[in-house]
Structures are given as C-alpha cells and as structure tokens.
C-alpha cells in the first residue's frame, strides 16, 4: 500500500521545495494539497469540523503552482489536489494546467475533486450551491474534451461548453487518474462511477460499511470491479488503521501532515517514515 501526505501549505509553513524533496527521499509515494481561493470574514458557513476556523485555510498556497515547483525537484513524487474546488475554476483554463503540470511531470498528476463547504466562497465564484454538483460533472466533461487526441466539441446543461478545439499538450496518459472526494452516500456514489476512477474519502471513516454500497454503484455503471480505487485521505495513521485499510483493498493512503514550520514537519514525517 503506497503512503503519501497532505498539508496545508501557507506562507508561513515549510517550502514545499523542501518537503518535496524530503518526501522522495523517505520513500513517500505523493503529496496532495488542498484549495481555497479565499475565505470571505463573515464566517456565515461554520466549519465542519467545528469551533474557529484553523488559520491555514485562508493562506493556502495555490496548489497547482506549488506542485508545479514539487514536480521540478522530484523525479517519482505523486502530485495531487486534495481537492481542486472544480466549480470555482473556468474548466478551459483549468484543463490547460492540468494537462501542462502532467506533461511536465511525465504523468504524476491525481486530480482530487469536490464541491466545498463554504457557500460566501463559492458564491463569489458565481456558483449556484444547489447546483454545484451537476456544474461540477459538466465542468469535467468539458475537460475530458479538451483532453481528448482529436478536436471534441463539448456543450453542458449549465452554461459551459466548448467548441472543437486543437489544444496541446495532453495529459502524459491521455488524462490524469481523478478521484471524487465526499460524504458517502448514493448521490455522490453514482457521479463517482460515472465519471472518476474512485472515491478520496477525508478520514477514512465508516468505510466498512460505505464499501459495499460504492461497489454496487461501481458495478451497476458498468465498471469493471477491480478497476475501483479507493484513496483515504488526511488520514491520522496507526498500525491498526493502516492495516484495516489494507484488507479493505485500499492501494493508497494519504497521511495528514501538520501546517507546520520545517522543524515540526520534518518531526512528523520522521514519526510517519515507519508506515512508508
């Protein structure tokens, strides 16, 4: 089972230069990064998880650029996003970094899909919140067209299209593995099987018994069983849970790093070195 990390990286946290680089040499399979464009102050969306909301969240680095520089000093190094917020993005401008950061990593790149939790944040994307899932799946279509090897036109429910259009470069594999990231339930298991190769579960709870139902989805779409991936995320390890993960058929782990400095971030990712 590969072991990779996610961090919230700010300004003020360790270079992701030097994690990077750190990671690799431990043996570390990726490293995703999470995205807020900007955190509106009138807090109307509490925070999920409860209480203030952590302060990185407001100064989390752009991912896409940050991997960009990830990608340059590490030759094996998985890049993730975990998750672009994909209805705040024009989709043709998005598809064109996706592809580019691909190409030039030689086919590192895992897009980490979701939809968000804070509405004042979306809506100043223009984004409707009770349609965001269905913006959601056009937007990937769209870019599954541009993707594409030949000139596909693409024409959504909710206002994006494109037309036919030459566009280079592609994704080195012809598209980069996305993964759907949610709570389980039936709504978000069909769209993961519809249109992604597996679900990013945050934590990694209840998977035992969302396991099944996901795979039913899977199958009733057609998918082929063992093609389904299955990527915790921000997990906090023990041997117990790493292991559990494991029988469950988890070929992926995605471990929480602290937004730390780089004495307390090189200090957990030592502790973690024992899981790689």
């Avoid at 949610?182 to 579960?201: E, K, S």
């Amino acid at each position: 089972m590969r072991i990779s990390t996610t961090i919230f990286l700010t300004d003020e946290t360790i270079s992701p230069v030097r994690l990077a680089r750190e990671l690799e040499q431990r043996g570390f399979a990726g490293l995703y990064l999470p995205e807020h464009t900007h955190i509106p102050v009138s807090r109307e969306t509490p925070y999920p998880a409860g209480g203030e909301l952590p302060r990185e969240y407001a100064r989390t680095l752009d991912p896409l650029v940050t991997l960009g520089q990830a990608a340059a000093v590490t030759e094996h190094l998985g890049l993730g996003t975990g998750i672009t917020l994909i209805t705040q993005h024009d989709p043709i401008v998005l598809a064109k970094q996706i592809a580019t950061l691909d190409h030039l990593s030689g086919g590192r790149f895992t897009l980490g899909l979701g939809f968000g939790w804070n509405r004042e944040e979306a809506a100043d994307h223009g984004v409707d919140w009770f349609t965001r899932r269905e913006l959601g799946r056009d937007r990937l279509d769209l870019m599954r067209a541009l993707w594409a090897p030949g000139p596909t036109a693409y024409e959504g429910e909710y206002g994006d299209s494109v037309r036919a259009s030459e566009v280079w470069p592609k994704p080195a594999g012809g598209a980069p593995r996305v993964l759907l990231g949610g709570a389980a339930g039936p709504r978000l298991f069909a769209q993961i099987a519809a249109q992604t190769d597996g679900w990013m579960p945050i934590g990694g709870r209840g998977l035992t018994e969302s396991l099944p139902v996901l795979r039913e989805a899977w199958e009733k779409a057609g998918r082929d069983p063992d093609t389904l991936q299955l990527v915790p995320y921000a997990v906090l390890p023990s041997p117990g849970k790493l292991a559990h993960y494991e029988e469950l058929g988890c070929e992926e782990v995605v471990l929480q790093l602290p937004p730390g400095d780089e004495r307390e971030v090189l200090e957990v990712l030592d502790g973690y070195a024992r899981y790689v």
